[in-house]
């Protein structure tokens, strides 16, 4: 895949999110710390809400060099 084609991910945590939002030691801010730990996949720049993906089920695949993917 070309560099330009590559899609580039919003990578917002949820944790970070909810300090923004609420203020760190809010009951929302904490509200949000007992949920597991999230990034946003959705596309940089998107629109709207952040759409949570768990931690643990992402994962990131690095080319060996030269090596093309997609």
């Known amino acids: 895949?070309?560099?330009?084609?590559?899609?580039?991910?919003?990578?917002?945590?949820?944790?970070?999110?909810?300090?923004?939002?609420?203020?760190?030691g809010t009951d929302a801010y904490w509200a949000e710390w007992t949920k597991p730990a999230a990034t946003c996949m959705r596309p940089a720049g998107h629109t709207g809400d952040h759409a949570w993906t768990d931690d643990t089920d992402i994962g990131v695949e690095f080319p060996s060099k030269g090596e093309r993917r997609g």
């Not at 895949?1 to 760190?24: F, I, P, S, T, V």
């Open 1 to 24: 895949m070309a560099d330009e084609e590559a899609l580039l991910h919003c990578w917002e945590d949820r944790h970070e999110n909810a300090a923004k939002l609420h203020g760190r």
